[in-house]
């Protein structure tokens, strides 16, 4: 009688999934994906939730799987769940989006416009015209962009099995499968931002043809794109070929010139260090710094604040031209975190008070600099409690929500949650809240 009682009604809680779509990547991390979703699959089969398990064959397995999905076969499940990194769980949302979502392309400077030539439709768009098709259940309007969803209520979810597996750190406080797994099947929600790269030219050379890309966590160039790279040499290596590639491209030690453009929100917030000695800056500006971080966590007020004054990226005519700040220099890296970051290397992440969904993105510039200042800033970011910003080669903007580059080389690397991504010129900017995950948001 109990149990038929519980279980009636947990059958009344809408928010528990019922079924669900699940991927799995068999070579992800110490390739122990496969291993991981039988550890937690009971928990789903005893919560009497219904999955249908895909496991990847190839690259991109997952990401044509679900840009061929119809909303008839999506709408048969509550969501879609990642066995496996944070690249992977790349994968299926750049599938899922370029089907569903439709948007204007990201603002920008009037000399970045110019220089697309005749190319000048920054109107509504989506990649992939099935995305127009029937009345696609709930319809998420933003600023300028709509998510179509399959059905009410369709998130998604990740079990941890990767190589550093920030964005299930940051969403749920674990980097652990039967955590994941159990806020999956209670249900749980949060939402996040997701920010939109579109790339203009793929060399120098390029004709300009748009390619929109997404990233729920982390953009990065110059050092975090030749990492990248130099990691794909060494797969056989497992996750331990991020600190050897980390290593050589340290030693390396290459700079880029390029030009960056911020959309600037509040430039009281930008802070590169001027004069003075740095080491005595960074001890000053340490204390004060910290008494001003608003951490994420459970029920985060910034998260879940009325999204009606919304700091979505808005058209270039209604921010008008000075809310730009241009840039042009040589940089070691340039990095635009989503989330904190945090995973087994920084466990802090890059930007410590970073936002799940609050609408904004933050950009560090790490200008050109001798290789010893370079390692202090990366010792700073290994460190619980460190503060890797409060250098004067680091620039941070906080609380921007566009950006555009352009290299001065030939072609550039960027690393996008961990895959790589070859664009000369690229415009960005982020969607707040644009997807619900099951999960509670970090317990910090």
């Not at 076969?73 to 990642?82: F, I, R, T």
């Not at 179509?148 to 990767?162: N, Y």
């Not at 999956?184 to 043809?209: C, F, Y």
């Not at 001027?274 to 008494?291: M, S």
Request: neutral net charge; contains cysteine; glycine residues 10%.
């Amino acid at each position: 009688m109990w149990v038929n009682l519980i279980n009636s009604r947990l059958d009344k809680e809408m928010q528990r999934p019922k079924n669900l779509l699940v991927f799995v990547h068999p070579k992800s991390g110490k390739e122990n994906g496969r291993t991981t979703w039988e550890n937690v699959s009971p928990i789903f089969s005893r919560a009497k939730v219904h999955t249908k398990v895909i496991v990847t064959e190839r690259a991109s397995h997952a990401y044509d799987v679900m840009l061929a999905a119809t909303k008839e076969e999506l709408s048969q499940y509550d969501g879609v769940v990642a066995v496996g990194g944070d690249g992977f769980f790349n994968e299926i949302l750049n599938g899922f989006l370029s089907l569903w979502h439709k948007a204007p392309y990201p603002p920008a400077p009037a000399d970045f416009v110019q220089s697309l030539g005749d190319y000048g439709d920054f109107s509504m768009h989506n990649t992939n015209e099935r995305g127009d098709e029937g009345d696609s259940g709930t319809c998420y309007t933003g600023d300028g962009s709509q998510l179509l969803l399959p059905k009410e209520g369709f998130r998604f979810g990740i079990i941890p099995a990767g190589s550093t597996d920030a964005i299930v750190i940051c969403t749920t406080g674990a980097r652990d499968p039967i955590t994941s797994a159990l806020q999956i099947v209670m249900g749980k929600n949060v939402p996040l931002d997701i920010t939109q790269i579109v790339r203009w030219r793929t060399t120098a050379e390029s004709k300009v043809e748009p390619c929109v890309r997404y990233a729920a966590s982390f953009a990065g160039y110059g050092f975090y794109g030749d990492v990248i790279t130099e990691s794909e040499k060494y797969r056989w290596m497992g996750p331990k070929r991020y600190d050897y590639a980390g290593t050589k491209v340290f030693l390396r030690h290459r700079s880029y010139e390029a030009e960056v453009a911020v959309l600037q929100v509040n430039s009281e917030e930008t802070h590169p260090v001027e004069g003075g000695n740095q080491h005595r800056h960074f001890r000053a500006q340490r204390g004060l710094n910290k008494r001003q971080k608003v951490i994420c966590r459970v029920n985060c007020e910034i998260c879940t604040a009325n999204p009606a004054v919304s700091s979505q990226s808005k058209p270039d005519s209604q921010w008008g031209e000075m809310g730009w700040l241009s840039f042009k220099g040589r940089y070691l890296s340039i990095g635009a975190a989503i989330i904190a970051c945090r995973n087994g290397r920084a466990p802090d992440g890059l930007v410590a008070d970073a936002h799940l969904a609050d609408g904004f993105m933050h950009l560090i510039l790490i200008k050109d600099c001798p290789r010893a200042f370079y390692l202090g800033h990366l010792l700073q970011l290994a460190k619980r409690d460190g503060d890797p910003l409060n250098f004067e080669f680091v620039e941070h903007h906080k609380e921007t929500s566009a950006f555009t580059f352009r290299s001065s080389g030939n072609s550039s690397i960027w690393n996008l949650d961990g895959e790589l991504f070859q664009a000369h010129q690229l415009s960005a900017q982020v969607f707040r809240g644009l997807i619900n995950l099951f999960a509670s948001g970090p317990p910090v």
